[in-house]
């Protein structure tokens, strides 16, 4: 993420203070989990961030529910921006420092220590108000708030009122992230460059300081201060990051693999005139920024005419350990090997892309959580390279990435491949990065597909799909901004385009939705333009969605949903809701199914009108990994994120449902549980009896959802026996996970050409996750249950059943309706369920 220098005003910098220190300046508590803080240093040093701790105390308790260090150097006049990685993408790319776990709500105090010291806090320890602090628009729930100038509040237990340090902002309001109070935009220039010494010798040839000694074998410079000079060829010039490269001449270098012989020469906005090729005396300053080494206060520029460029230095993925990066800080390097995207979440925002050897998955989709789970997050670290577009430029006019320029008829996409990528390594916002030096060849090994890639559509599609909040305002064209989703009706529209044309795309005839806006079943509500929407571009009128009897479900401002063709399929009897009220209870007497976390499942029994044949399909959207769930379900550390006892508890009540309701027939546990494929909450489902369809048809390298470059499933299709049976083929349709966020319906950050460029009415990105399908070949299974032959099953046909089963003779698997290899009271009960009344049906 991009560090902000800042220039702040005079008036700020004399602001009356307590003592020079770093403080927050920047307060957002948004919508879900659109959380962060700024952090300003007003001092005239560079501060270790490591010093200082970031402590967040839930509902009054004063003990820390969250507490973690902060990361690196802060320059002087510099911000730190620390967010919830789950938060909206424009938040999480100003972030310098993210983390996956549950953070403030307005009800929590927030402490800044520095050495277990309070020097900085919002709120007040001990205490809780309610809903937040303040009155009016300065409050600490649904508000930004930012402080008026260089203030701090070191007693965490006195009365907090946050009008008398902060001014207040709209909920949201992330235009000032990163820029104190509005200053600010770029790197400091140095300053007038400072003269020659004398009494350093700048005549070509003469003795100089090697760059391997600038280097050292360390992670800083030995010779951090010291002025010097040195004599390199330039390899590279890099305008867009305010320098040049330059590397030992061959022949100069060491024979120590743990020193580096290129540097990167910071020369602000001077922009010396040099050229690759050329070969240049310098006397500069030895310093460290963020952790890279480079030379600065350029005193002189001696041109010493040409010398070959040095051989880049041939690196491979995985490399052995994080040292090995250091070593070859600031030299030409190249990949012989292919490069796979992983990432393209920072593309429109910074013109970069993740790279790495293959595909990386998030550890707990292949592997269990725990010891397993941790050395493959080790590995993966060790397996990663950000490809750059040389410069700092933030939202820049055109992306490079994929050659001429990315668009929406021109993406680059996860899975993607580089190839012959050869630049300068350099090191800036805690990672290392190529800076590419010649064109960069990016082949599409992963394109587009037009439609799910299925085997079998058999005579059932059941699919699920993530709709990203999709809010429809008061559903009479107004409304906007909503809590979540579309920030007008303009980028409504583009959204609900796209939406809806991946919908239609599915080709489905149930789907299972997420994130939708929780404002009922009117006319005007989410759930109801969907329908409308989708009757129009299908141009199939008979799609409808099932309404249980409630006005709302559950009462989070997100919820689940299905839709359903009323053409091919019937809903059988009423639709049914899994929350707190009818959970199973643990051995304490509490339900398992905590919906204050979870949103309630939505299950609906259905009837195949070809054949009469029945299914289930339940529908669920778990508590996220970004949430808080307490110190009691927090994050072990083990790979599952925070609230993985709450989701497992959760898929503990829907096995117990899905017996009590669907035991008898092919049933689906869909949607977003917020889990990947080897975490407690899957293998706790199949020890109920519902197995991940993926798994079971051998596609193990399915995924659905790219997070921090890691690619993984938090969606799936879960499928009882009867249903795994029956099954056809199952897929993920990749129209989202791979997709640049630049291809959004989003308007943000973005040129008026881009707002053009970047769009299209299309699938792909419509969302942040990908759709999951699963087809079926439902068999009719009743014939036989017409006993007495009268052309209709009926309450007769039941009692000769019993009295055939009673006697123990004349039946035989015929009469096995529950396909459990035999006959036994159980088929008593699927008959009778069957014929449950007003469900008789006449046989075809």
Known sequence: MKKTILAASIALLLAPTAHAELFISEYVEGSGNNKALEFYNPTDATLNLADYRLNVFFNGNTNAGFSTALEGELPAGATYVFASANATAELVALADQTTGAGLWNGDDTITLTKSGVVIDSIGQLGVDPGSAWGSGSITTANDTLRRAAVSYDADPSDTFEP?????????????DIGLFNGEGGGPV???????????????????????????????????????????????QTLPGLQGFNIQSVPGAEDNDPMTSEGVFVYTGSANLAVASGQRVRLQANVAEFFSMTQ???????????????????????????????????????????????????????????????GRRYTPTQVVAPGAEAIALAAAHQLNRIILDDNSTVQNPALVPYPAPALSAANPVR????????????????????????APVTIVAANPRSAEPTLLADGNVKVASFNVLNYFNGDGAGGGFPTPRGADSAAEFERQRDKILAAMAGLDASVIGLMELENDGFASTSAIADLVSGLRQVTGQADWQFVQPAVSAIGTDAITVGLLYRADLLAPVEAARLLNSDNSALDISGQPLFDDNRNRPMLAQRFRLLENNAEFAVMVN???????????????????????????????????????????????????????????????TLATAGYFNVFEVLGKT?????????????????????????VVADAAKWNINADEPIALDYNTEFKTEQQIF???????????????????LQLEESFRAA?????????????????????????????????????????????????????RCVTPQ
């Open 163 to 175: 009008a008398e340090q902060w001014l207040g902002f709209a909920q949201n309001d992330f235009s």
């Open 189 to 235: 220039d140095p300053g007038p460059d400072p003269e020659p010494d004398p009494e350093f010798d700048l005549s070509c040839g003469a003795p100089f300081t090697p760059i391997h000694q600038i280097q050292g074998s360390g992670d800083a410079s030995p010779l951090v201060g010291q002025t010097l000079v040195v004599e390199a060829v330039v390899t």
């Open 295 to 357: 030379l600065t206060g350029i005193a002189a520029t001696v041109d010493c005419g040409t010398a070959p460029i040095p051989v880049a230095t041939e690196l491979q993925l995985p490399v052995p350990d994080m040292a090995y990066w250091e070593a070859h800080e600031g030299m030409l390097v190249s990949f012989s090997q292919p490069l796979t995207v992983n990432e393209t979440f920072t593309l429109g925002r910074f013109g970069e892309l993740t790279l790495a050897d």
């Open 414 to 437: 996860g899975g993607d491949t580089v190839v012959g990528l050869t630049g300068t390594l350099y090191y800036s916002f805690n990672e290392y990065r190529i800076m590419p030096s």
């Open 621 to 683: 959207h778990l508590k996220s990994k970004g949430s808080g769930c307490g110190a009691a379900d927090g994050d072990t550390g083990d790979g599952q994120g925070n609230c993985n006892l709450s989701r497992t508890r959760a898929a503990e009540a829907i096995g117990i449902f899905a017996d009590q309701h669907f035991a008898d027939i092919p049933a689906l546990v869909i949607g977003d549980l917020n889990a990947y494929a080897k975490e407690d909450p899957i293998t």
């Open 701 to 725: 390298g399915s995924y659905g959802y790219v997070f921090q470059g890691l690619a993984g499933s938090l969606d799936h299709a879960l499928l009882n026996q009867y249903a795994l049976d």
């Open 757 to 775: 460029d970047y769009y299209a009415p299309d699938a792909y990105r419509s969302s942040d996750h990908d759709p999951v399908i699963v087809t």
């Open 786 to 838: 017409d006993l007495d032959q009268n052309g209709v099953i009926d309450r007769n046909d039941i009692s000769l059943f019993q009295q055939l089963l009673r006697q123990g003779g004349g039946l035989s698997l015929t009469f096995d309706f529950n396909n459990d290899g035999r006959v036994d009271q159980r088929d008593i009960r699927a008959m009778t369920a069957l014929c449950d009344m007003p």
